[in-house]
């Protein structure tokens, strides 16, 4: 995931861009992107720094870093 935060921009064009350039209107900013982290994501020392870039960003839609882990 601490990759992902650097190549941010790139992924989400990739994954919203044509959704979100193809919807008019005040819509287009209501989408939400969860990314889900796994351990070894977890557990690498840029965690903290990585999922603060992400959720920070608001390009193409608000950003959730999330768990895999469950109850």
């Known amino acids: 995931m601490v990759g992902r ?3 941010l921009h790139d992924f989400q064009e990739r994954i919203l ?3 979100f350039f193809g919807t008019s209107g005040n819509l287009r900013w209501n989408k ?3 990314i889900v982290a796994g351990p070894k994501s977890r ?3 840029g ?3 990585a999922k603060g ?3 920070s960003d608001k390009e193409y839609a608000r950003k959730r870093v999330v768990s ?3 109850g």
């Open 17 to 19: 861009g044509d959704d």
């Open 43 to 45: 557990s690498d020392d």
């Open 47 to 49: 965690f903290a720094a």
């Open 32 to 34: 939400y992107l969860y």
């Open 5 to 7: 935060a650097h190549e």
């Open 68 to 70: 895999e882990e469950v």
């Open 53 to 55: 870039v992400i959720e």
